[in-house]
T-cell receptor, first 111, second 114 residues
């Protein structure tokens, strides 16, 4: 599975959009980009995933660049409850996969 | 109705003891996992099970013995507990081995070995 690089930490003001970047320059054509988050003391939570098209759900939007070497997770109106560690993970499509967590980005949403 | 439930939530025990953590999922998923999160907060996969069968043991010491009586349950038994086993253990499940539809995690079991 391709490796990912994320900033260690980010800040965001409550009510503003939080844009979390992820680099995955070695991603292959059949690997998906997944985002999870872990709010303090809780189990990780699935957010969204995509292959090459932009995706949106009730939690977030995922923007993947045309060359697929990077992506951005967007929380459109961050709240204090969005304070968490966000993980960008690349997974192969099909066969056996295992979710490998890196260090992630610690997002702090402040009033 | 909790999708992936673990018991107990907290476990404090002495070195050398044997303990078990239970996990149940009601999502109808085929694949279940155990993860360990140590004090440095890194999440590491320990085991993967698919339809009650062990798929991967991620070089975990054999003091750790997972058991899956059916595909909805994956329990973790730990023998001869050591101080270094202190961590938060998370159970997770996914629809299939590919995990393409996302993993669902339990709320964790905080194990403290004294």
């Amino acid at each position: 599975d391709a490796k990912t690089t994320q900033p260690t930490s980010m800040d965001c003001a409550e009510g503003r959009a939080a844009n979390l970047p992820c680099n995955h320059s070695t991603i292959s054509g059949n690997e998906y980009v997944y985002w999870y988050r872990q709010i303090h003391s809780q189990g990780p939570q699935y957010i969204i995933h995509g292959l090459k098209n932009n995706e949106t759900n009730e939690m977030a939007s995922l923007i993947i660049t045309e060359d697929r070497k990077s992506s951005t997770l967007i929380l459109p109106h961050a709240t204090l409850r969005d304070t968490a560690v966000y993980y960008c993970i690349v997974l192969f499509s099909g066969g056996y996969n295992k979710l490998i967590f890196g260090a992630g980005t610690r997002l702090a949403v402040h009033p | 109705d909790t999708a992936v439930s673990q018991t107990p939530k907290y476990l404090v025990t002495q070195m050398g003891n044997d303990k078990s953590i239970k996990c149940e999922q009601n999502l109808g998923h085929d694949t279940m996992y155990w993860y360990k999160q140590d004090s440095k907060k890194f999440l590491k996969i320990m085991f993967s099970y698919n339809n009650k069968e062990l798929i991967i043991n991620e070089t975990v010491p054999n003091r750790f013995s997972p058991k899956s009586p059916d595909k909805a349950h994956l329990n973790l038994h730990i023998n001869s507990l050591e101080l270094g086993d202190s961590a938060v253990y998370f159970c997770a499940s996914s629809q299939d081995l590919g995990g393409g539809y996302g993993y669902t995690f339990g709320s964790g079991t905080r194990l403290t070995v004294v």
